[in-house]
């Protein structure tokens, strides 16, 4: 479902001296349906940059990255739009969305854009965020209004509203309490069962032993020093 | 797909000054494209340019219409093109009083494009145009008022009403939220997202504002001095961007 080959990433900072720093060189992992792939190394190593350039986030400088058939690293952008709706599904550690919008509808939108009806969307959002204890008199509110840990669970419903085939989730259980925690993690079970391939990045090691098959020291694909 | 819109090496002199040079794209049905740039850096004369406003120095501007397919809208018959400005496009102006009639109720102004295109019932345009108000946030108590009698942020939301009224395939918009007051933006945000989300409706939106970008656009053209230096999706253009100018553009915006 999720392929990566020899994929490398170079920034190149054009206003701090042209500064061209390498972060990466043949990468490469394959995670198949059903399977979570958890991206280990310490921080810095290149964890979220790798996932960034399996979502399109960040411009890959070279190799291949398969998400559902489509190659990102040099598809289109209407294509990668497309991907995002219906196959590629991304947890970030930040919720952002639009001042104003009520909880229930930032759920809701991920579904209602892949042409679900109103009652159903809304009805599975409510689902989800009973299911991840926001408490229903703050389901009419901005979500920017809430808490970091109420932000964060939002953003994880909002996250698994839709059943994406291939899901990235960024530190998922990160800044959450021990039942809140258990309800991710339940979750991320969830979505394995129905056929979901998942990119992961998890401090929690408990948590990464628990939903993850295979771990992947990002390390090791660190630039060799030149 | 056949794209809605597609632009194919649109240029605009001024005299000895570039306008803009050499702009190409394609927009597809349901997309929304932001156009970044500072002041100066040709945005707008390529946006008059695209929307008929503007005469380019050479170019095409291709529109799939509705009864004929592709269509190059530059060598349109002015008829053809003033039908189409009715119809399937609109466009919401910086300034409220370029796109309202500001001596006509808000009513009529939202009427006024309906009637443009056929309706002659008072009752159903009326109901009409209750409706957009309501959409745009506007109390229907007020429908009879004067844009002039509105603050700027009613101007301009009664400008996006009569512009969408129609059933627009394509909007251009110039700096939509600019000056008006944040909570009145997020509103303005929210409806806009709403109405790309039901209608399916494209748009072009050129902002100097990166916060509504991120949130209202897919793709991302950046402009310097009248050239297109970087396009791409959004988040990528703005989270790792490639060219120099985009990075000094990024890197310059204040974090709230």
Do not use: C
């Given at each position: 479902m999720i392929t990566v080959e020899n994929v490398s990433k170079v920034f190149t900072l054009h206003n701090q001296g042209g500064a061209v720093i390498p972060v990466m060189e043949h990468a490469a992992l394959s995670v198949e349906p059903g399977e979570c792939v958890a991206l280990t190394g310490v921080s810095g190593a290149g964890k979220s940059t790798l996932m960034r350039m399996i979502y399109?986030?960040?411009?890959?400088?070279?190799?291949?990255?398969?998400v559902g058939g489509l190659d990102v690293v040099g598809a289109d952008p209407r294509e990668i739009l497309a991907l995002r709706r219906h196959t590629l599904g991304y947890v970030s550690q930040f919720l952002r969305v639009v001042p104003r919008v009520p909880a229930l509808d930032v759920v809701a939108e991920p579904m209602l854009v892949v042409g679900m009806g109103q009652e159903a969307a809304r009805a599975r959002a409510r689902d989800l965020l009973t299911r991840l204890?926001?408490?229903?008199?703050?389901?009419?509110?901005?979500?920017?209004?809430?808490?970091?840990?109420?932000?964060?669970?939002?953003n994880i419903a909002r996250g698994f509203a839709h059943e994406y085939p291939a899901m990235l989730l960024?530190?998922?259980?990160?800044?959450?309490?021990?039942?809140?925690?258990?309800?991710?993690?339940?979750?991320?079970?969830?979505?394995?069962?129905?056929?979901?391939?998942?990119?992961?990045?998890?401090?929690?090691?408990?948590?990464?032993?628990?939903?993850?098959?295979?771990?992947?020291?990002?390390?090791?694909?660190?630039?060799?020093?030149? | 797909m056949t794209p809605l819109l597609s632009v194919h090496d649109i240029s605009k002199h001024y005299g000895q000054r570039i306008g803009c040079a050499e702009v190409s794209f394609d927009l597809y049905p349901g997309e929304v494209m932001g156009i970044v740039g500072e002041s100066g850096s040709g945005k707008s004369t390529l946006l008059n340019c695209m929307a008929g406003q503007l005469a380019p120095d050479q170019g095409k501007v291709v529109f799939d219409t509705r009864a004929d397919g592709p269509r190059d809208t530059l060598i349109m018959s002015e008829p053809e093109r003033r039908m189409l400005m009715r119809t399937d496009w609109a466009l919401v102006h910086q300034n409220p009083r370029d796109g309202l009639r500001m001596g006509v109720s808000a009513g009529g102004?939202?009427?006024?494009?309906?009637?443009?295109?056929?309706?002659?019932?008072y009752g159903t345009i009326r109901a009409k145009?209750?409706?957009?108000?309501?959409?745009?946030?506007?109390?229907?108590?007020?429908?009879?008022d004067r844009p002039r009698a509105f603050s700027g942020g009613m101007q301009q939301r009664l400008q996006i009403a009569r512009n969408l009224v129609t059933g627009p395939r394509l909007v251009f918009m110039d700096e939509p939220t600019g000056g008006l007051d944040v909570s009145v933006q997020a509103r303005l945000l929210d409806l806009l997202r709403s109405l790309v989300r039901e209608l399916g409706l494209s748009a072009i939106i050129v902002t100097h504002d990166l916060a509504v970008v991120r949130l209202l656009a897919d793709r991302l053209m950046v402009m310097k001095s009248g050239y297109v230096v970087e396009?791409?999706?959004?988040?990528?253009?703005?989270?790792?961007?490639?060219?120099?100018?985009?990075?000094?553009?990024?890197?310059s915006v204040l974090q709230v």
């Open positions: 399109g986030n960040y411009l890959a400088a070279s190799g291949r990255i398969e204890r926001i408490p229903e008199t703050l389901w009419g509110l901005s979500p920017l209004t809430f808490s970091g840990g109420e932000q964060q669970r939002v960024d530190e998922p259980t990160a800044s959450l309490d021990g039942v809140n925690r258990e309800t991710v993690l339940t979750l991320i079970e969830e979505a394995k069962d129905r056929g979901a391939a998942i990119v992961g990045i998890f401090h929690d090691v408990v948590a990464r032993n628990r939903v993850a098959d295979r771990e992947i020291d990002v390390s090791t694909f660190a630039p060799a020093a030149a | 102004n939202v009427g006024e494009r309906l009637m443009a295109v056929g309706a002659r019932n145009a209750i409706d957009w108000l309501d959409k745009v946030e506007i109390d229907e108590d007020r429908i009879d396009t791409g999706l959004t988040d990528q253009v703005l989270d790792d961007p490639q060219h120099d100018y985009t990075q000094l553009l990024v890197s």
